[in-house]
RNA sequence: UCCCCUGUAGCUCAGUCGGUAGAGCAAGUGGCUGUUAACCACUGGGUCGCAAGUUCGAGUCUUGCCGGGGGAGCCA
């Protein structure tokens, strides 16, 4: 008999087929006449309940069967009797995969922090929450795959190894297969040379860089990978190791960049909606009360669009006593996105121009001079979910950015290259994937919407 | 990296003025029952994070170390 996934028969039209479902028991009920297990094979934020009658064969291990136990029910779906369900399986047979030791099985049909699900990380995808998080990043990321698809974007793959050390997004974890005890050196300093790679190499911070070069061939491209920071960050938003979407796109300017990252925050958002409502529903009434509202009135509703000069301007006119002075010149703060997100505009707010010695050498240089054409997309709780910008694709004013800046244009020759030969206004933006399915589920840390977390101190699972 | 909080049963926690430990849940056993956060009774379960110090006596006070959480910075 094929085998059946509890989604498929939880949505069945009729009852009376012969089924076959395998699963995890997640809690097992006795009474007089029958037994109630609850199955749940991932597939479904809802489990299947299966009835086993005490005259069925096997009894001994029927009555074994606890929390976390493996098994293959065969059986017939029936309309369910009682309330709670619409169908159930009436089992005709029980096979048992593998036990669990009740007195061991570190998960319990109750309520657990997830302060103690991440020391269990191996099986916390058993649970609820989890299997509700796991399929939430199944269904985020094929929409972000289908938006970018649907609009004729080229999905190209950076390197995840690179020699670039100028990026300047952040630290960078080094990779080398020198002696570390004993490594080659010439004056005192470890020559890198005679590395594998013949060079200083590092995990990526970001593909940005080699994004506006296939851009810059292909037209729209995206990126959706890995990335890595060694800061030492220790906070509900940061991992060292996290996922990213970067989308870089020829013949754009700012405004095509806000525009475009509006309108995939809301594909993917109204995706997340439509593909998991039972996940989604436990996440609105379990974890975060309200975000199905939340996301329901971004996804109808247009972004706020201000300079950084305005956001300056309202937060000094707020009123509000902020633990550190807004002042033109230097970033926001946490609180003070938070201002704009949570309390003057109660949505999106796309925050753009900033001030150029805040931001990165890349940034397209504004008329002012003054300025460089940067948007951030802060997002209530989230605080920055995309940085983004046009890039400055003239070569004399980006060669004069860097020196400023004290970077060494020989070692980006290449990406000079792209403004040597053909240059053309372009832009992007960068959305970290984690932070996107933070708002999404509401989860209030980061480290509890991505399976295995990497972060200061641990690397276990 | 900085600031604050925290570490007691498998889990979540209580433990007063310093006198060597309790609850709920979970687990085990029995009972009841088309149950569904099942219910009722009983039972087992502890190097109070680690190390030192103060004291007649430390879960409780002090110091150091380790772990966890929250906030900040860095950013996505």
Known sequence: ??????????????????VLVRGWVRTRRDSREVSFLELNDGSSFR??????????PGQADIQRLSTGCSVEVTGTL?????????FEIRA??????????GEKYPLQKKQHSFEFLREIAHLRPRTNTFGAVLRVRNALSCAIHDFFQS??????????ITASDAEGAGEMFRVSTLDPLDPPRTAGQVDYSRDFFGAKTGLTVSGQLEGELLACAMGAVYTFGPTFRAENSNTTRHLAEFWMVEPEVAFAELPDDIALAEDFLKHIFRACLDKCPEDMDFFNTRI???VIRTLEDIVNSSFEVITYTQAVDL??????????????????????ERYLTEKKFMRPVVVTDYP??????????????????AMDVLVPRIGEIIGGSEREYRLDVLVERMKSMKLDPDDLWWYLDIRRYGTVPHAGFGLGFERAMQFITGMQNIRDVIPFPRTPGNAGF
């Not at 008999?1 to 087929?17: F, N, T, V």
């Not at 005709?92 to 030791?101: F, H, I, P, T």
């Not at 805040?358 to 054409?373: H, L, N, P, Q, S």
């Open 1 to 18: 008999m094929k085998r059946s996934l509890i989604r498929e028969l939880l949505a069945a039209d009729s009852a009376g087929a012969e």
């Open 47 to 56: 489990n299947i309940q299966v009835i086993v009658g005490h005259t069925l």
């Open 78 to 86: 029936v309309d369910s009797p009682a309330k709670g369900q619409r």
């Open 92 to 101: 005709s047979g029980v096979y048992v995969y593998g036990w669990a030791d």
């Open 151 to 160: 609009r004729g974007f080229i999905y190209v793959h950076t390197p995840i």
């Open 288 to 290: 975060q009360p309200g």
């Open 315 to 336: 937060l000094k006119k707020s009123g509000e006593s902020f633990e550190f002075p807004v002042e033109w010149g230097s970033d926001l703060q946490s609180e003070h």
């Open 356 to 373: 150029k010695e805040i931001k990165a050498f890349y940034m397209r240089m504004g008329d002012d001079g003054r300025t460089v054409r």
